[in-house]
């Protein structure tokens, strides 16, 4: 027993809900989310995605749309990812830095129709325009190449700033982006698009239904073990945010979200710059998985997750429940 047991009973503050609240450490907010959504071409399309069940792929028409309800959700940004048509990867990946590409597009019409009312992330990595799947260009052996790539995602990165990016998310993993894409961005005048870095992103098994989506997942060659960090390590990670801060990232990035806790409370006590979750697809498809087996109610299970990201210090949490948790936080 306590020492101090009964003058301190911590039951004392949980005994009725307006105390609750009173003590609450943590707050979730629709402001404290980003939602990544799938792009397709064509007029009138969704597309559910199979794996990743109440998510869809959205033609540009029916993407704004999307945009629209974040935006009246109070929803600050969404992360733009695109399904290229076949025809469109290559092993170079050209059709990342086309100007006319999917993403571009839609940054435009997001652009025309709704200005500045809301943010617009744009991954930076080459897996949903190349033909093996990789986020790199690969070499004669199929080792995927650092330094040629930097300029690949220099290209990319610039195509998408000129579209009317706000935010450039580097998720490639590659040494040196960071540096690489802030000179680009600085010579050409963007100086006011943001690089969030996916800093801290692991070799995961909690992609799949993503790869589904973007249809680079039957075309990976292999695996991503040679740029992602290894799930054992977390001082490596460490290393990989201190490494973008100084090449100048605004933010920084942990991934996955739920497995990588430890990391986030890491970074956050370390370095004093916002730090972002993904809660990727694999995430969102077990608590759906768990959903429909039984295992309890979607709302509670959700709200309990987002809240253990801001427990552990993250700013913000990229989620494909963003349009949900922000309806039940909205009321
Ligand atoms: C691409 C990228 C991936 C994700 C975001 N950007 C997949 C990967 O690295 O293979 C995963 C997101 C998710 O699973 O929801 N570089």
Known sequence: MSANFPATRLRRTRSADWSRRLHRENTLSPA??????FVIEG????????????????SIDLL????AEAIALGIPAIA???????????DEAEEAWNPDNLICRALRAIRERFGDDIGVVCDVALDPYTSHGHDGLLDESGYVTNDA???ALVKQSLNQAAAGADVIAPSDMMDGRVAAIRQALEDAGHTNVQIMSYAAKYASAFYGPFRDAVGSGDRLRGDKRTYQLDPANSDEA???????????AD??????GLAYLDIIRMARDRFDVPVFAYQVSGEYALVEAGVAAGVGAREPLVMEKLMAFKRAGCAGILTYYAPFAARLLNG
Do not use: H
């Open 238 to 248: 460490m290393r990989e945010i201190a490494m973008d801060i100084a090449e100048g």
């Open 43 to 58: 007029e009138g399309a969704e597309q559910p995605v199979a794996s990743l069940p109440g998510v869809s792929r959205w």
């Open 64 to 67: 704004l749309e999307r945009v």
């Open 251 to 256: 933010s920084v990035m942990v991934k996955p």
């Open 32 to 37: 404290d989310l980003i939602w990544p959504l």
């Open 80 to 90: 733009l990812f695109p399904n290229t048509p076949p025809d469109r990867r290559s």
């Open 149 to 151: 790539t930097l300029d």
